[in-house]
């Protein structure tokens, strides 16, 4: 289906206890729509998503202190559509039909889409997080 992860998983950092020491978790940018965690954080999904509904989830977003994790992929920003290199047959594959699809399908359009959360969003690295998440838990 289109939504992914643990359903009862926290929005926001969240650490966990090890015999080693503690692992912080940052998980991927969701959304809450009609009862679906639905994937907002990049790549294709974020690609897929009608502008509409990314708009309606950014305040949704913003409310979580530690933040929410956004990426997404070089090419993505690219003015050139993806494509393997070689073996012509390779183009007729399944495959690599769906490859091509699913990779360039909308990209030209992912500036526009995260334009808006660009102006709206405070974005910093997780490091920067992590220190302050850290400092809290002293």
């Excluded at 929005?11 to 994937?39: C, K, M, N, V």
Aim: net charge positive; hydrophobic share 40%; with cysteine.
């Amino acid at each position: 289906g289109l939504g992914y992860g643990i359903p009862e998983a926290p929005h926001e950092a969240f650490r966990i206890d090890t015999r080693s020491g503690g692992l912080w978790e940052f998980p991927l940018a969701t959304y809450d729509f009609r009862g679906r965690r639905i994937p907002v954080a990049g790549g294709s999904y974020f690609r897929l998503l009608p502008q509409a509904l990314l708009r309606r989830a950014v305040p949704d977003l913003d409310r979580y202190a530690s933040g929410s994790v956004f990426y997404f992929h070089p090419y993505e920003f690219s003015q050139t559509k993806l494509r393997l290199e070689g073996d012509w047959r390779l183009a007729v594959t399944p495959g690599y039909l769906k490859y091509r699809l699913l990779h360039n399908f909308r990209t030209p359009g992912i500036l526009r889409n995260l334009r808006p959360l660009l102006v709206t969003l405070q974005f910093c690295p997780l490091g920067e997080i992590v220190s302050s998440l850290a400092a809290d838990n002293r």
